[in-house]
């Protein structure tokens, strides 16, 4: 076995072993979950909303909103624990391991997606609403 | 389309519906009114009577199913969904449960009462603090909702439904989780509000006590609107009902001779309990809310009853003591010596026939006299009008019993 084609082993492994997928469907399926709770806790409140004169679209801004700040939370602490992971695993296996500018960004990105997709299934319970129900 | 006439409310053989196939049920049936601008109108009947469906439909809540709707100069009847919501911003809503947001303060749920517009923040401060102000919670500006007592946040959603200066504010039993006093308050500042600037208020509720500050009440009952006099008269019974079942006295006497003290006491707290019972029954007898509705009634059914029967004149006279005469129907006044005609000379009016009918009570004795005169064709009364004139009596008499009663009630009271 060549030195190339070790390394090519061990990157396919690296790559079907453990893709990253998982994490993010995990990840949407947790955030999904807070989302909903607390807008099942918030029902009425939406309701009430909607029936005072507020388009769905406002309604549906507020989930959206905090599922972004839920992102955007959850986000830094995740890039902090990262890099001490990065630092420690590099001194540790004395591998050459940095976390780019261009990873940071597109793991941001990733997260905002996952939180999207989850506060878009969250809203449809708040689309849903009959704003005559708060009578 | 809109609405021909300033009416703020056009309701036009509204129907309603809920569910599908077997499980269908009628709410509302054939229900029409109008309420013009600027009217306090109160919406009573039992739970289930379709009073909050008939709300919801008023505030485009609801899409009508069959029959004309227009709200504030807008047809509600196949509009679509977003019509709808611009008609709900023009309307202020006050609900039973307060509704408001419980992490916002006090000033932030009233500024949501502004909507979506494009104030600036500091308007929209300044406007929330102004009706938090009108309504009398200046202190309490800064307090969460959560903080803030049951008719604090009845009050903050009252300011919330009028900041935004809605041309109609509909409000669903808004005193239903409050006290007396905080409900008389609250109602209080909805109408000193509300004629301040002209607003029409829909207001839904079986809380009697607060009936006294609408324009127009309408009942109803099953689904179906009845006039108010319909809703007097059954509410009068209802009380006279209520009254009568505490009148069933056992003999006394008997019971009491032949007792051990223990039966003794314990019947002396049950006759204690009931009498505790017929007095608040009294009371809300008594109360004056109850009572002035009564007495608006009577007027308005005295006057519908000349109306009915078409005549010049009705009126109703209650009397001391009973002559026991049963009919007495004058065709020609001027020539009938029992008429005086100096009464005439005095007001001016010429009477011409005259059909009196005399008010039994329960006991069957004459307590009151009810008059009409004066057929507007000019011919005699007969026995027709005899005849329809004695079936309103009837209940014209449960009525005036009823009010007679309470007013006796209450002069003893205060002597």
């Known amino acids: 076995m060549t030195k190339a084609e070790f390394a090519d082993r061990e990157k396919a492994y690296w790559n079907s072993a453990t893709p990253i997928g998982y994490v993010f469907a995990f990840g949407a399926i947790i955030v999904y979950q807070i989302l909903f709770a607390d807008v099942s806790e918030h029902l009425r409140e939406y309701a009430t909303l909607r029936a005072i004169g507020y388009r769905n679209r406002f309604v549906s801004g507020i989930v959206l909103q905090q599922a972004a700040i839920l992102a955007v939370l959850g986000y830094l602490p995740g890039l902090a624990a990262a890099w001490g992971l990065y630092h420690s695993a590099a001194a540790a296996t004395r591998l050459p391991l940095h976390l780019t500018l261009g990873r940071g960004v597109l793991v941001l990105i990733l997260t905002l997606a996952m939180c999207a997709l989850s506060g878009f299934l969250a809203l449809r319970k708040v689309r849903r609403l009959d704003p005559a129900e708060v009578f | 389309m809109a609405a021909a006439t300033d009416a703020t409310v056009v309701v036009e053989r509204l129907n309603h519906h809920y569910g599908k196939g077997a499980l269908r049920k009628q709410i509302l049936f054939d229900v029409s009114t109008t309420i013009p601008a600027g009217e306090i109108v109160i919406v009573t009947g039992p739970s289930g009577s379709g009073k909050t469906t008939l709300l919801t439909l008023v505030g485009a809540l609801r899409a009508p199913q069959e029959g004309t709707l227009s709200v504030l100069g807008h047809r509600l009847d196949g509009a679509r969904r977003a019509a709808l919501e611009d008609v709900r911003k023009k309307i202020g809503f006050i609900f039973q449960q307060h509704n408001l947001l419980g992490a916002l303060t006090a000033s932030q749920n009233v500024q949501?009462?502004?909507?979506?517009?494009?104030?600036?923040?500091?308007?929209?401060?300044?406007?929330?603090?102004?009706?938090?102000?009108?309504?009398?919670?200046?202190?309490?500006?800064?307090?969460?909702?959560?903080?803030?007592?049951?008719?604090?946040?009845?009050?903050?959603?009252?300011?919330?439904?009028?900041v935004g200066e809605p041309s109609m504010v509909l409000a669903d039993e808004?005193?239903?989780?409050?006290?007396?006093?905080?409900?008389?308050?609250?109602?209080?500042?909805?109408?000193?509000?509300?004629?301040?600037?002209?607003?029409?208020?829909?207001?839904?509720?079986?809380?009697?006590?607060?009936?006294?500050?609408?324009?127009?009440?309408?009942?109803?009952?099953?689904g179906k609107l009845t006039t108010f006099t319909d809703a007097v008269i059954a509410n009068t019974q209802q009380m006279m009902h209520l009254l009568a079942k505490n009148n069933d006295r056992r003999n006394l006497e008997q019971y009491v001779d032949g007792m051990d003290e223990k039966t003794f006491r314990s019947t002396l707290q049950e006759l204690t309990a009931q009498s505790q019972r017929f007095l608040e029954a009294t009371a809300l007898a008594s109360d004056e809310a109850y009572q002035s509705m009564l007495e608006q009634s009577l007027r308005i059914f005295t006057r519908r009853v000349g109306e009915l029967l078409q005549v010049?004149?009705?009126?109703?006279?209650?009397?001391?003591?009973?002559?026991?005469?049963?009919?007495?129907?004058?065709?020609?006044?001027?020539?009938?010596?029992?008429?005086?005609?100096?009464?005439?000379?005095?007001?001016?009016?010429?009477?011409?026939?005259?059909?009196?009918?005399?008010?039994?009570?329960?006991?069957?004795?004459?307590?009151?006299?009810?008059?009409?005169?004066?057929?507007?064709?000019?011919?005699?009364?007969?026995?027709?009008?005899?005849?329809?004139?004695r079936e309103f009596a009837a209940s014209l008499s449960v009525l005036l019993e009823s009010l007679v009663r309470i007013g006796a009630v209450a002069s003893r009271h205060t002597s």
């Open chain 2, 112 to 162: 949501l009462g502004l909507g979506e517009t494009e104030w600036p923040r500091a308007e929209r401060r300044r406007k929330a603090e102004a009706m938090l102000d009108a309504v009398g919670l200046a202190e309490h500006i800064h307090k969460r909702a959560e903080h803030l007592s049951g008719g604090q946040r009845q009050r903050v959603a009252i300011a919330r439904a009028l």
């Open chain 2, 174 to 222: 808004p005193t239903a989780s409050l006290d007396k006093a905080s409900g008389r308050e609250v109602v209080d500042r909805m109408q000193s509000l509300a004629r301040e600037r002209g607003t029409t208020i829909l207001l839904v509720t079986h809380d009697n006590r607060i009936l006294d500050v609408a324009d127009r009440i309408l009942h109803l009952e099953d």
């Open chain 2, 312 to 389: 010049e004149r009705a009126s109703l006279f209650l009397v001391d003591h009973a002559r026991q005469q049963l009919v007495l129907r004058v065709d020609d006044a001027y020539a009938d010596p029992r008429f005086n005609r100096a009464v005439d000379d005095e007001t001016g009016f010429r009477t011409r026939s005259v059909l009196c009918l005399p008010l039994h009570d329960r006991e069957g004795k004459v307590f009151a006299v009810t008059q009409l005169l004066n057929r507007r064709d000019g011919r005699p009364f007969d026995d027709d009008d005899t005849r329809r004139y």
